[in-house]
Nanobody, 122 residues
Framework: QVQLVESGGGLVQAGGSLRLSCEVS????????FGWFRQAPGKEREFVAA????????YYGDSVKGRCTISKENSKNTVYLQLNSLKPEDTAVYYC???????????????WGQGTQVTVSS
């Protein structure tokens, strides 16, 4: 029932920007929080950002705070992650996530997209 389809990853030079998109399909949007995690090779998954669909409130992880913006476009059922001032250490697979319960408050999300690769060259 929940579908998350990411796009927008790619290769970018350090200092550059990328916008990731996640087209979402869920049973009841008003219940859901959507977000992004990332996982670099050999590292644990890391919370990047989240947005509450109904309220539009946003939350950010410490590693990217100030360098990224999460947003949504209701008419397109799409969540975006704008990444700026990219660094080589931002290289990772970025996953779109969704959660329809309060588990998101504990950074727990049941639904994950397939991921999109972001590679930042120095």
């Amino acid at each position: 029932q929940v579908q998350l389809v990411e796009s927008g990853g790619g290769l970018v030079q350090a200092g550059g920007s990328l916008r990731l998109s996640c087209e979402v399909s869920v049973p009841a949007f008003s219940r859901y929080v959507f977000g992004w995690f990332r996982q670099a090779p050999g590292k644990e998954r890391e919370f990047v950002a989240a947005i509450v669909w109904a309220a539009g409130s946003t939350y950010y992880g410490d590693s990217v705070k100030g360098r990224c913006t999460i947003s949504k476009e209701n008419s397109k059922n799409t969540v975006y992650l704008q990444l700026n001032s990219l660094k080589p250490e931002d290289t990772a697979v970025y996953y779109c996530v969704a959660e329809g319960t309060t588990k998101w408050l504990k950074y727990q999300y049941d639904d994950w997209g397939q991921g999109t690769q972001v590679t930042v060259s120095s």
